[in-house]
């Protein structure tokens, strides 16, 4: 007997018959379309190439070569199984010593060792994801809110929102500044709560940015502080792709911020979201970490975890590989290296068919400024647009919409998850897309020139300007003021 809408509705929760995970949107339709269809060089040429998924997959050969190097690190090996039974056996929450001090260490080394982390801190999660629900789960209630400078991250509407029943309210952000951040739209922003009688309980930001791949500056970081401690809400700053940033200005921590001298803040307010995912390329491994300058968010946090710990077997694999400095201060050059590289290559490639991107210097991907390309400046227009994208041009790119961009016309493209074969191939298809483009707009536009130009042809021809078509006239022309069109 199968069950109808209503029985679900009654049977299970709101939280197993709602839509508030988020996927049945353009950002994670766009994956299904490269799902169906995935390119492949040979076997499907013709394929969606992936570049929705922001992946770091440029240095895999610097992993695969320390692991061939140092097969003890897993205890799936000849070399490491001696270490199985220890680490197979129960583990508490508070994750492996050796673990907890090489994430700090790493942590450290990506900040350019200008700051310290203490490991006791380090609250271990099921990836980003699992460590924001967490955050949001020990700094909110539901229908309480967090401020979100927009454009922002669409897995946040999950992460933050699904079952904590939390509230993300959008800090307005413009193209006309690069999108920065200002006290007076926080100030905006946080009015508009207290309006609308809801309580904001912290402000939640990205640096570097995703999707606009650029980093916060020294002084809006002292903004920032300044703001949450005079309103007494809490800050969570998402530094997941600190070690992206691959030219200057250099990436800045606020854990940097909170150690400078000038700068007062109730450190109880400041916490650190944290992966593996985008800086070491290890998204599947699913490790999160929260760090909080919170005792009380540190311990609830810590329990919290239970609900989704990193595996022991990949913890003593990560501890091993991070303990050695010298692969990590290797991979962290070379990887910034290569980063640029990719970047500029493909940058340089849309500037060449006249496709410009928000200047940035961090991150796995551009924000890519198609207005030009829509038929209207509206929302409708751009997913107009990007649905020729994905259907014809083949490309899973991200369109602004989904990351709450306040603009049309701005989607993210992501360059580090494929070789280079496969890029060349991708901006061989947005200039061609951009070529066909241009072709169709000037042909619209000589259609439109010489239907004007017959109709004032004919018009001088009688001496009859009611022949005019005042629909397709501009309503600024000064042929309607004319005194000769009012004499007729």
């Known amino acids: 007997m199968g069950f109808t809408l209503s029985n679900q509705q009654q049977l299970l929760s709101k939280i197993a018959t709602g839509n508030g995970h988020g996927e049945n949107t353009p950002y994670f339709d766009g994956w299904k379309a490269f799902d169906s269809n995935p390119y492949h060089p040979t076997a499907n040429p013709q394929g969606v190439i992936q570049m929705g998924l922001a992946e770091n997959q440029l ?13 003890e690190a897993s205890i799936c090996t000849a070399q490491g199984a001696k270490e199985f039974k220890d680490i197979a056996i129960f583990q508490d929450y508070h994750g492996l010593p050796e673990f907890r001090n090489a994430v700090a260490n790493f942590m450290g080394k990506v900040r350019g060792n200008r700051v310290t982390f203490d490991p006791d801190r380090i609250v271990m999660s099921g990836g980003a994801t699992g460590a924001h629900e967490m955050i ?36 307005a952000c413009e193209s006309s500044n690069n999108f920065k951040i200002t006290r007076a739209a926080l100030e905006d922003a946080y009015e508009k709560a207290q309006k609308a ?52 200005p250099r990436f800045i921590s606020i854990a940097e911020i909170l150690e400078e001298e000038e700068v007062e803040c109730n450190r109880d307010l400041v916490h650190i979201v944290y992966s593996l995912s985008k800086d070491m390329g290890f998204p599947g491994f699913r490790v999160g970490i929260v760090y909080s300058y919170n005792d009380a968010v540190v311990n609830c946090a810590r329990k919290m975890s239970s609900f989704g710990l990193v595996s022991t077997q990949t913890q003593h694999l990560i501890a091993s590989m991070l303990s050695d400095n010298e692969f990590v201060d290797r991979f962290i050059v070379e990887s910034a290296k290569r980063l640029k590289a990719r970047h500029t290559r493909f940058t340089v490639g849309l500037e060449e068919q006249g496709t410009t991107c928000l200047k940035s210097n961090g991150g796995l991907f551009v924000w890519m400024d198609l207005h030009k390309h829509l038929k209207e400046q509206t929302f409708e227009a751009e ?28 989607f993210r493209v992501c360059f580090a998850n494929m070789d280079d074969q496969t890029m060349e191939v991708a901006l061989e298809r947005i200039r061609n897309f951009v070529l066909q483009d241009k072709d169709a707009v000037v042909a619209i536009k000589k259609k439109s020139c010489w239907q004007s130009n017959k109709k004032l042809s004919l018009s001088f021809k009688s001496f009859n300007f009611r022949i005019l078509d005042e629909v397709s006239m501009s309503p600024h022309s000064p042929i309607p003021q004319s005194p000769l069109v009012r004499a007729t």
């Open 197 to 248: 009688n809801i309580r904001v309980k912290g402000l939640l930001i990205t640096n570097p940015s995703n999707p606009l791949g650029t980093v916060l500056d020294r002084e809006t970081l002292k903004s920032l502080v300044t703001f949450i401690n005079e309103k007494n809400i809490h800050l969570v700053s998402d530094e997941i792709y600190a070690a992206t940033v691959f030219t200057q």
């Open 136 to 171: 949001a789960f020990c700094l909110a209630d539901p229908g309480e809110a967090f401020l979100v400078p927009v454009p922002y991250y669409p897995g946040f509407d999950r992460d933050l929102r699904w079952r904590t029943g939390v509230q993300l309210l959008p800090v």
């Open 383 to 410: 997913m107009a647009l990007w649905r020729t994208i994905i259907h014809q041009v083949k490309l899973n790119v991200s369109p602004g919409v989904s990351f709450h961009c306040p603009e049309p016309g701005w």
């Open 59 to 71: 240095s895999f050969d610097l992993i695969q070569e320390w692991v061939l190097k140092n097969p």
